[in-house]
């Protein structure tokens, strides 16, 4: 699974909501939701479309779309 965090604080950071950036890719909300909350995986269509939208460099992609979620272990 991966960790969406910084890819969810930068739309907070530029005001962007989860609906917006949906319409804006042309995709239903609930869709975008689960692949935030690593139910699904995004395409590389859609990684490219909101390196667009939300003006991320190429070099960025792996922070924001490949960074490993840790598990606590107790």
């Given at each position: 699974m991966?960790?969406?965090s910084k890819l969810l604080g930068t739309l907070k950071e530029k005001g962007?909501?989860?609906?917006?950036?949906a319409a804006?890719?042309?995709k239903n909300v609930a869709t975008i939701n689960?692949?935030?909350?690593?139910?699904?995986y995004f395409t590389q269509n859609?990684?490219?479309?909101?390196c667009e939208i939300l003006?991320?460099?190429?070099e960025s992609i792996p922070?924001?779309?490949?960074?490993?979620k840790l598990r606590k272990i107790l």
């Amino acid at each position: 699974m991966y960790d969406y965090s910084k890819l969810l604080g930068t739309l907070k950071e530029k005001g962007i909501t989860q609906m917006q950036l949906a319409a804006a890719m042309r995709k239903n909300v609930a869709t975008i939701n689960a692949k935030l909350n690593g139910y699904s995986y995004f395409t590389q269509n859609e990684i490219a479309q909101i390196c667009e939208i939300l003006e991320l460099s190429h070099e960025s992609i792996p922070t924001y779309f490949f960074t490993h979620k840790l598990r606590k272990i107790l």
